[in-house]
C-alpha cells in the first residue's frame, strides 16, 4: 500500500503515528513538511480530502499563529493558506495518505481509520497508551 506522511520527527504525535504504520508492515514515504513543504495544490487537497476546513488544519501551538494576527475571523482561506506556506510550522501534523483516505492524525490512531487491518500484535505510543491488543485489534 503507497502511504505518504507529512512528518515532524520532534513531535511525539507524528513520531506515534509513524510508528503505527510501519507496525502495519507498510514503509511510508515520509514528507519532513519543515525541510518540504507540500505544495498549495497539494496543501488544499490534503485538508480537503480530511475534511477539514483550512482554519482546522493549522496548528497555533508552538508556532507564530498570534505573532501573524491568524486568530482574524476575516481571514480568507487564501491568505491562511498564504501563511501556512510561509511558515510551514503552521501546517498541523501529521497528515497521513493512503488509498484509503487521507487524515490529519491528531491522535494517531486516527490513522487507523485509513490503513489496512494488517496489525499482528499490540502496539503501545511513546507513554506506554495501548492502541492495539495482544492480537492487533484496535483498543476503543
Known amino acids: 500500500m503507497d ?5 515532524n520527527p520532534a513531535c511525539g504525535t507524528s513520531r506515534n503515528t509513524l510508528a503505527l504504520i510501519r507496525h ?3 514503509e511510508p514515504t515520509v514528507i519532513e513538511y ?3 513543504p507540500p505544495a498549495r495544490d497539494v496543501l488544499q487537497k490534503m485538508i480537503s480530502d480530511a475534511g477539514l476546513t483550512v482554519r482546522q488544519a493549522i496548528r497555533e501551538k508552538g508556532t507564530p499563529y498570534a505573532e501573524l494576527g491568524l486568530d482574524d ?7 491562511l493558506l498564504d ?4 511558515h ?17 492524525s491528531r491522535p494517531s490512531e486516527v490513522a487507523l481509520d485509513i490503513l489496512p487491518d494488517s496489525f499482528k500484535g499490540p502496539f503501545l505510543k511513546e507513554d ?3 492502541i492495539l491488543d495482544a492480537e492487533g485489534k484496535r483498543i476503543v
Not at 3 to 7: E, F
Not at 73 to 79: A, I, K, S
Not at 83 to 86: H, I, P
Request: proline share 12%; net charge negative.
Open 88 to 104: 510551514p510550522i503552521l501546517i498541523n501534523r501529521p497528515f497521513v495518505v493512503t488509498p484509503l483516505g487521507t487524515r490529519l
Open 3 to 7: 502511504v505518504t506522511i507529512y512528518h
Open 34 to 36: 519543515l525541510k518540504t
Open 128 to 130: 506506554g497508551e495501548p
Open 73 to 79: 475571523p476575516d481571514l480568507t482561506d487564501e491568505q
Open 83 to 86: 501563511a501556512m506556506l510561509a
Open 24 to 26: 502495519a508492515g507498510i
